[in-house]
Structure formats: C-alpha cells, structure tokens
T-cell receptor, first 111, second 113 residues
Framework: QKEVEQDPGPLSVPEGAIVSLNCTYS??????FMWYRQYSRKGPELLMY??SSGNKEDGRFTAQVDKSSKYISLFIRDSQPSDSATYLC???????????WGAGTKLIIKP | DTGVSQDPRHKITKRGQNVTFRCDPI?????LYWYRQTLGQGPEFLTY????????KSRLLSDRFSAERPKGSFSTLEIQRTEQGDSAMYLC???????????FGPGTRLTVT
C-alpha cells in the first residue's frame, strides 16, 4: 500500500462546477500538506499548502486537512477550462524532509 | 515562473551512454532537491542538498547516479550507463526561506533508446 493514495481519474466536470479532489494517507506523522497543479509536460506548480489541520482559502481554491481521518481535500469553485490539469497532493514530515506524493488526479473542465 | 531553470529540457540517448543534467535555482534557494517522475505517477524523491552538502539520498539512487552541488548554487545530476528504465522526467526543485516550500523547475525529459 502506498503512503499516499490519490484517485487518478480522469475527473470530468462542466465549467462552473465545484470540484473536489482528495487524498488519503497512512502516516499520521505528516505535518505539511501541499497541492500542486501540473500541466502536460511541465513541472508541478505549488497551489496551496497547509500546516497541520484546518482549512485554507486562496481565491477559488480551498484546502482542507483532516488529520483524524488522514484525509486532505482541495476544492475548486467556479471551475474554468484553464483549470484542466493534473492535481497532485504531497506531504512531508517536516520542513526539510522530502515530499511524499500522490499519483495525481487528472481533471478535465468541459466548456 | 519559479526561477528554477534546467538544461537540457530534452535528452535522447542510447542505452549505456552517460548523461548529465544541470539545474540552476535562484540564489535564495539554499535547499535543492532532485525528483524523478514517470508518466501517470507523482514525483519520486532522489536526493537533497542543503547548500553544498548532500544530506539525503534515496534508495532509488543506484550507484549509477551521482549528484553534486559544488558551490551551493547550481547542481548536476549524472547518470552513468543509462538503462531504458531511466527514461523519465527529472525535476529539480529549489527551496528556502520558511522551509517547506518547494519550487519546481521545468524538468529534463530523458529518453533512453
């Protein structure tokens, strides 16, 4: 079993819909949780990070961490075709440790 | 643009050849990571530098792989005697400041024929 599990999709939704992306993990020691967006043939781009539990909002994006359930989520409101990409979750034990990644969920926003 | 550059962007080589990739982070990035990513997978950690010191090295990094960061600025990743299984995107990542943030370069796509 992988340390971080993420549904590969693809997830296809109409433009304007609310998108929910999720990851589960097994190591309760993870402290830092990130979401990255990756366009085809590009490197991942940091979208949001969260330390420990709680919610964080940035524009149309909201990240949630539920450490009791070992479950993190990324919500995208008012989704746009330009949001079509692969979304990867990543987590870390501390600020210097390497990131452990999910496999990524491919998201398609249909105009 | 994260400010992290990688060269070359694409490399095609024959099995058994040696290849070297270069990464140039921005000056504020005292931490530098190398990851490898294959199609449909998340990145896999290879190695980590704090300034010029190589502090962590993954079990994935066989003896054919070596990485350096001689002056704590740019870094090189060399793969000797390449194998077809080495075909992947090699990603360089810079980090600094508060610690947890990691900024990816565009990657070097390696194809071993």
């Amino acid at each position: 079993q992988k340390e971080v599990e993420q549904d590969p999709g693809p997830l296809s939704v109409p433009e304007g819909a609310i998108v929910s992306l999720n990851c589960t993990y097994s190591n309760s020691a993870f402290q830092y949780f990130m979401w990255y967006r990756q366009y085809s043939r590009k490197g991942p781009e940091l979208l949001m990070y969260t330390y420990s539990s709680g919610n964080k909002e940035d524009g149309r994006f909201t990240a949630q961490v539920d450490k009791s359930s070992k479950y993190i989520s990324l919500f995208i409101r008012d989704s746009q075709p330009s949001d079509s990409a692969t979304y990867l979750c990543a987590m870390s034990l501390d600020s210097n440790y390497q990131l452990i990644w999910g496999a990524g969920t491919k998201l398609i926003i249909k105009p | 643009d994260t400010g992290v550059s990688q060269d070359p962007r694409h490399k095609i080589t024959k099995r058994g050849q040696n290849v070297t990739f270069r990464c140039d982070p921005i000056s504020e990035h005292n931490r530098l990571y190398w990851y490898r990513q294959t199609l449909g997978q998340g990145p896999e950690f290879l190695t980590y530098f704090q300034n010029e010191a190589q502090l962590e090295k993954s079990r994935l990094l066989s003896d054919r792989f070596s990485a350096e960061r001689p002056k704590g600025s740019f870094s090189t990743l060399e793969i000797q005697r390449t194998e077809q299984g080495d075909s992947a995107m090699y990603l360089c990542v810079g980090g600094g400041g508060s610690g947890w943030e990691q900024y990816f370069g565009p990657g070097t796509r390696l194809t071993v024929t």
